[in-house]
């Protein structure tokens, strides 16, 4: 029996997965977890693996469709199965349709709306302009009626349109806009509460310098958060987890997300079962996704499981902010910069490095109580590290 290739489901909320390139032609023989075809999912664009060995055959999904979750856009016959030899079958073309293993292009712009010309009976022919304004408004998408004039009795003329500001609209990809749609739909159906915490971070500033120096790796304090992360949330599980259909339900993974911009909008992959991963691991890993996410190389696993996420812009020069739950989770923690600031010391003003976390909360999963603890949990493990070794 030939193995199907199906459009997977990489999140909850997924229902079609659009395909942007398929890897591998069909009759090519493939390896199994040989990426063989390229989607893009409601959150990124990943590359899918061949679920065994074999030749690729009966493609039925082409560069630009999108296919719902669980459909069968290809077949891997094993060698010698019947249906592995003989001409490829050919995916079914619309009109105009792409060949298979090909790269949609992208449909032609619009053309520029033009000044109507002289003559056509519009407003065009009443707004007195010479014909080089004209043209050159017609070229530059303008409307000739709308422009101020310099010349006699306000005539529009060509230094008039040259001096014009051209309209631009920005396009956005796909990750941009599911990521604004998603963003929405948190910010209007899952209630926000925020905690703010000032914490002193001496000794966490020290503990980076000195795991950089013994393992050589290169450590952020975006990998001591997640470590610390991790250990709280493990004091803390009703903080790993998300509303659903009604319920508080608890992950059973500690799976962290870290929010990465990328030039299409933003992307979160998943450091999974960060609790038990040593620090230079997590180091390798966050380092690894990273690249990875902003050379649009991320995996299906590496953006699945997330159940807490965290989002330092402390290297932007952020003091403070407040991020939007990513759903489904129950709460993001947003990280601002490190500074000095002068704070009280047995009741003396002393300066000291800082660093400002706010907790962001789904008021459906969780509590202020709860997220307050998680929080304060949080901030006697940054401020002493040496307490995970109790």
Same mark, same amino acid.
């Given at each position: 029996?030939?193995?199907?290739?199906?459009?997977?489901?990489?999140?909850?909320?997924?229902?079609?997965?659009?395909? $942007?390139?398929w890897?591998?032609?069909?009759g090519?023989?493939?390896?199994?977890g040989e990426p063989?075809?390229?989607?893009?999912?409601?959150?990124v664009?990943?590359e899918?693996?061949?679920?065994?060995?074999?030749?690729?055959?009966?493609?039925?999904?082409?560069?630009?469709?999108?296919v719902p979750?669980?459909k069968?856009?290809?077949?891997i016959?094993?060698?010698?199965?019947?249906?592995?030899?003989g001409?490829?079958?050919?995916v079914?073309?619309?009109a105009?349709?792409?060949? *298979? @293993?090909?790269?949609?292009?992208?449909?032609?712009?619009?053309?520029?709306?033009?000044?109507s010309?002289?003559g056509?009976g519009?407003?065009?022919?009443l707004?007195?302009a010479?014909?080089?304004?004209?043209?050159?408004?017609?070229?530059r998408?303008?409307?000739?009626?709308?422009?101020?004039g310099?010349?006699?009795?306000g005539?529009v003329?060509?230094?008039?349109?040259?001096?014009?500001?051209?309209?631009?609209a920005?396009?956005? @990809?796909?990750?941009?806009?599911i990521?604004?749609?998603?963003?929405t739909?948190?910010?209007t159906?899952?209630?926000?509460?925020y905690?703010?915490r000032?914490?002193?971070?001496?000794?966490?500033v020290?503990?980076?310098?000195r795991a950089?120096?013994?393992?050589?790796?290169?450590?952020?304090? *975006?990998?001591?958060?997640?470590?610390?992360?991790?250990?709280?949330?493990?004091?803390?599980?009703?903080?790993?987890?998300?509303?659903?259909?009604?319920?508080?339900?608890?992950?059973?993974?500690?799976?962290?997300g870290?929010?990465?911009?990328?030039?299409?909008g933003?992307v979160?992959?998943v450091l999974?079962?960060?609790?038990?991963?040593?620090?230079?691991?997590?180091?390798?890993?966050r380092?690894?996704?990273?690249?990875r996410?902003?050379?649009?190389?991320?995996?299906?696993?590496?953006?699945?499981g997330?159940?807490?996420?965290i989002?330092?812009?402390?290297?932007?020069?952020?003091?403070?902010?407040?991020?939007?739950?990513?759903?489904?989770?129950?709460?993001i923690?947003?990280?601002?910069r490190?500074?000095d600031?002068?704070?009280a010391?047995?009741?003396?003003?002393v300066?000291?490095?800082?660093?400002?976390?706010t907790?962001s909360?789904?008021h459906?999963? $969780?509590d202020?109580?709860?997220?307050?603890q998680?929080?304060?949990?949080?901030a006697?493990?940054?401020?002493e590290?040496?307490?995970?070794?109790?």
């Open positions: 029996m030939p193995t199907d290739v199906i459009m997977p489901a990489l999140e909850m909320a997924q229902e079609t997965g659009k395909v $942007l390139k890897l591998k032609a069909p090519h023989a493939v390896r199994k063989i075809v390229e989607i893009e999912t409601d959150k664009t990943v899918i693996e061949a679920p065994a060995s074999g030749v690729l055959r009966d493609v039925t999904a082409r560069a630009g469709d999108v979750v669980g069968t856009i290809a077949l016959f094993a060698p010698g199965e019947a249906g592995a030899a001409p490829a079958a050919p079914g073309p619309a105009g349709g792409v060949p *298979t @293993g090909a790269v949609a292009s992208p449909p032609p712009a619009a053309p520029a709306v033009k000044a010309p002289a056509d519009t407003a065009a022919r707004t007195a010479s014909p080089k304004a004209r043209r050159l408004a017609a070229e998408g303008l409307d000739v009626s709308a422009l101020r310099s010349g006699p009795g005539a003329l060509a230094g008039d349109v040259v001096a014009a500001k051209v309209p631009v920005e396009g956005v @990809g796909t990750v941009w806009r990521m604004a749609e998603r963003m739909a948190s910010w159906t899952a209630p926000h509460f905690l703010v000032e914490v002193n971070v001496s000794r966490l020290s503990w980076r310098e950089s120096k013994h393992t050589g790796a290169r450590i952020t304090y *975006t990998d001591l958060l997640v470590k610390l992360v991790a250990a709280t949330l493990s004091q803390h599980p009703g903080v790993n987890a998300s509303w659903q259909d009604g319920a508080i339900v608890r992950n059973a993974d500690i799976n962290i870290l929010a990465v911009a990328i030039d299409d933003l979160v992959p999974h079962r960060a609790d038990t991963l040593r620090l230079v691991d997590i180091a390798a890993r380092e690894d996704v990273v690249s996410a902003q050379a649009g190389k991320l995996r299906a696993a590496d953006i699945q997330g159940g807490f996420t989002s330092n812009l402390g290297m932007y020069g952020v003091d403070a902010f407040t991020a939007i739950v990513n759903p489904p989770q129950a709460a923690l947003a990280v601002g490190i500074a600031r002068v704070v010391v047995n009741g003396q003003p300066v000291q490095p800082t660093m400002m976390l907790l909360c789904d459906r999963a $969780l202020g109580a709860r997220g307050a998680f929080l304060g949990a949080l006697e493990l940054i401020e590290p040496l307490a995970l070794l109790v």
